[in-house]
C-alpha cells in the first residue's frame, strides 16, 4: 500500500500548493474538498515561499559568479606580496637593508622565507603590515625597493581586498536569505498537511484506485517501500 510524504523541496512544495489552486473545481460551493480557511492561505504560503526561494537563489548566484572573479585577484595579490618578499631578502643578504628592518615588516630576523598564507585574511592582514613596514623603512631613511614598489603591491591588495570585503557581504546577504526561506518552511508544511488531511478525509470511502488516483490529482504524493507491488 503506497504511504504519504510531504515534499522534501521547495520545488515540490510549490508544484502541490499550485495544483491545488489551479483546480477550480475545488472553489465551487458544491462537492466542497478543502475548507475555504486552507484554500484562503494558499495564494499567500505559495507567493512567500517562491519568492524567498527566487531571492535567495538569485543570491546564491550572484555569489558564484563573484567567487570566480575573486580567484584571480587572490593569486595576482598573493604573487605581488611573494615577489615583494623575494626582492626584500635578496637585498637584506646583498647588505643593501639591515637585518634588524625585518621587524618592522613583522618578519623574524633570521630565515628569510616567504610566510604560507592559507587565508585571504591572513593575506590581507601580512600584506597590510608589509606596506607600513616599507613606508616605515624608507621614512627611517632607507632606499625603496623596486619590481615590484610597494605602491604597486598596495595597489593590488587593495583590489583583492575590497572585492573579498564585498565578498563576504554576498555571503551574510545568502545566508540570510537561505534563513529567511528556512523560516518558511514550517509553516508550509503545516498547511500541506491540513490540505492533504482534508483531501484524504474526503476520499476515505473510496475504493484504493479510485482514492489514491483522485488525490493525485490534488497534488498529494505518495510513495511506494521497496520491492513493494504498484497497485494504485
Known amino acids: 500500500m503506497p504511504y504519504r510524504r510531504l515534499p522534501a523541496t521547495d520545488a515540490a512544495r510549490l508544484k502541490a500548493i499550485k495544483t491545488v489552486m489551479d483546480n477550480s473545481s475545488l472553489y465551487t460551493v458544491s462537492g466542497r474538498i478543502v475548507d475555504w480557511s486552507v484554500l484562503n492561505r494558499l495564494p499567500t504560503a505559495f507567493t512567500r515561499l517562491d519568492n524567498a526561494r527566487k531571492q535567495y537563489k538569485a543570491l546564491l548566484e550572484v555569489q558564484r559568479k563573484a567567487t570566480m572573479g575573486l580567484d584571480p585577484l587572490l593569486r595576482r595579490a598573493t604573487m605581488y606580496v611573494c615577489h615583494f618578499l623575494h626582492v626584500l631578502f635578496l637585498a637584506v643578504e646583498r647588505g643593501e637593508v639591515k637585518t634588524s628592518r625585518l621587524e618592522l615588516y613583522g618578519l623574524p630576523s633570521s630565515g628569510y622565507s616567504v610566510p604560507k598564507f592559507h587565508t585571504a585574511e591572513s593575506l590581507i592582514s601580512f600584506g597590510r603590515q608589509l606596506v607600513a613596514g616599507e613606508k616605515q623603512r624608507i621614512k627611517l631613511g632607507g632606499l625603496p625597493i623596486y619590481n615590484p614598489s610597494i605602491g604597486k603591491v598596495a595597489t593590488q591588495l587593495a583590489v583583492f581586498a575590497d572585492a573579498y570585503e564585498e565578498q563576504q557581504l554576498r555571503i551574510r546577504q545568502t545566508q540570510e536569505a537561505l534563513e529567511a526561506l528556512q523560516r518558511l518552511r514550517p509553516d508550509t508544511d503545516e498547511l500541506l498537511l491540513e490540505l492533504w488531511n482534508q483531501i484524504e478525509k474526503h476520499f476515505a470511502d473510496a475504493p484504493p ?24
Do not use: N, S
Not at 488516483?213 to 505518495?222: D, I, M, N, S
Open 209 to 232: 484506485e479510485v482514492r489514491f488516483a483522485e488525490c493525485r490529482k490534488l497534488g498529494v504524493v505518495y510513495y511506494y517501500r521497496r520491492h513493494e507491488e504498484h497497485l494504485y
